[in-house]
């Protein structure tokens, strides 16, 4: 049994365009319909002290979307980034990104880097949004790093380790992730942090995100605290540790 809260909670918000099919509207309303359960979410993590929350606004895959769909969400995203902005930062929240930002327009880079800098020495709460993110775009552009660095010192090549590997990561700096949680009843990682949930505790539910609420976020929190992370170990050896 594993009593802790998880330091780090990542989760993919899926089922908005369901949410909206379901009630016969157009999907942007299912996309609109996210921004509630986000905004709380965020709430509720930093009132059970969760210290790092990712959560998943768009993938690498998600470009192949119609462009109309893409352009309502983008906009979403930065009229809720510029509203959500000051009020999360009163609250202590440092704002992260990660993705491929050169695939963002202007404005969203520009309000991006704003929120980053703003919130940069907030402790209470790391909050990362994964914006154009893909996880094996990630784990190769950490190794494109690592071979440009190589090429320039070539003492830094047969060092390579797990921990350097990490701190190239676009997560660097950040604790690998404790609970996955995903929303809309599909039970598949749609290359979301590959490398860094190689541990986690993985939680499926069939609510569509839109409809996600407090007692859904304790139902994951009760499910994990269930587990047993014996991370490749025997129970006997945990206990033992316990004692
Ligand atoms: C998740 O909801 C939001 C994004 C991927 C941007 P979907 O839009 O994937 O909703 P479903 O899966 O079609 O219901
Ligand atoms: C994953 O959801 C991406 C986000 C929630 C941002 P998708 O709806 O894009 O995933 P697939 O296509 O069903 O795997
Ligand atoms: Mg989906």
């Known amino acids: 049994m594993n009593r802790a809260v998880p330091s780090h909670i990542a989760i ?28 709380d979410v965020i709430k509720f ?8 929350l990712t ?3 768009f993938s690498t895959e998600n470009w192949s979307r119609p462009m109309d769909e893409i352009n309502w969400i983008m906009e979403l995203f930065l009229s809720t980034l510029k509203s959500e902005i000051d009020e999360l930062h009163k609250q202590g929240v440092r704002l992260r990104f990660i993705g ?6 202007e ?25 154009s993110y893909g996880g094996r775009q990630d784990i190769l552009s950490a190794s494109k790093k690592i071979i440009k660095k190589s090429k320039s010192d070539d003492t830094f090549f047969p060092e390579i380790s797990e921990d350097i590997f990490e701190s190239e990561l676009m997560t660097t700096l950040l604790p690998n992730v404790d609970l996955l949680i995903r929303t809309g009843g599909e ?3 749609s290359n979301f942090l590959l490398w860094q949930i190689a541990y986690a ?4 539910t069939d609510i569509l995100w839109p409809s996600f609420t407090e007692k ?25 540790r316990d004692c």
């Open 12 to 39: 993919i918000m899926d089922g908005n365009g369901r949410w909206a099919k379901q009630r016969s509207l157009p999907r942007k309303s299912g996309h609109k319909a996210g921004i509630n359960p986000t905004r």
């Open 45 to 52: 993590c930093m009132k059970r002290k969760i210290k790092t």
């Open 55 to 57: 959560l998943f606004i």
């Open 100 to 105: 491929d930002m050169s695939s963002l327009n």
């Open 107 to 131: 404005q969203i880079k520009m309000s991006i880097s704003n929120a980053e800098k703003l919130t940069v020495n907030n402790n209470n709460m790391n909050l990362v949004l994964a914006i």
């Open 187 to 189: 039970k598949r990682v």
């Open 201 to 204: 505790e993985i939680y499926f």
């Open 216 to 240: 859904d976020l304790d139902e994951a929190l009760i499910f994990y605290s269930n587990r047993e992370r014996r991370f490749g170990k025997i129970s006997k050896q945990l206990e033992e």
